[in-house]
């Protein structure tokens, strides 16, 4: 049986990240944040420039860095962050359909809450990330969901070959989970 690639996608704040670890909570899953790889970039390095702008970072960069950590795992995987666009899905697609059973959970929620959770996120949280603080960086974000993220989950959603699953993540998180354990098994 092949393992399993949980790829999570939705808008900022949709939960990406807390579903992930409730996830690796249940199963032993290597977990693989884009974001937080990228944050790791010095500040005035080219990636740490365009993370601070809220731009997505070049296709080219992303899919290196994906396939250095993707082909380090044997066993079940998480992928927050990845893919964005277009080009990274369909690479995704056409490299690793073939090894891992590949499982797309799109977080959807509504545009306002999505900037409600934002803005709790940077009023609440221990780590204050700068990317979050300023209003025309996260609708920079925001944009690049709609814009370049959107069409990719379209098409995703009738690439063959791969999982794919709506779920409604509006609610809280315990009550949204068990849709995602459904689309999992
Ligand atoms: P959020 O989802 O809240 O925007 P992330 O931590 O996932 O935050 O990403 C932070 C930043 O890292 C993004 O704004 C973008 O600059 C960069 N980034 C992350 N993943 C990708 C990706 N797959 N392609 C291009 N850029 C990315």
């Not at 082909?71 to 080009?87: A, K, M, V």
């Not at 209003?135 to 993220?149: C, D, E, G, K, S």
């Not at 069409?151 to 989970?177: N, Q, S, V, Y």
Request: net charge negative; with cysteine; aromatic share 8%.
């Amino acid at each position: 049986m092949k393992h399993k690639m949980v790829v999570m996608m939705g808008g900022q704040g949709a939960g990406k990240g807390t579903f992930s670890k409730m996830l690796m909570a249940r199963g032993d899953y290597t977990y693989i944040e884009t974001g937080a790889i990228l944050r790791t970039a010095p500040a005035d390095s080219d990636i740490g420039r365009m993370v601070a702008r809220g731009e997505l970072v070049p296709d080219n960069m992303l899919i290196k860095l994906m396939a250095e950590k993707i082909n380090y795992c044997t066993g079940d995987i998480i992928l927050d962050g990845f893919p964005r666009t277009q080009s990274q899905a369909q690479w995704l697609v056409e490299h690793y359909a073939g090894k891992w059973d590949i499982h797309i959970i799109y977080l959807d929620v509504p545009n306002e809450v999505l900037l409600h959770r934002i803005n709790k996120r940077f009023h609440e949280g221990s780590c204050h990330r700068t990317d979050d603080s300023d209003t025309a960086i996260i609708q920079r974000r925001l944009n690049a969901f709609y814009t370049q993220t959107k069409p990719a989950i379209e098409w995703l959603h009738t690439a063959p070959g791969i999982k794919f699953a709506t779920i409604d993540a509006t609610g809280e998180p315990d009550t949204t989970l068990p849709h995602i354990l459904d689309a999992l098994n």
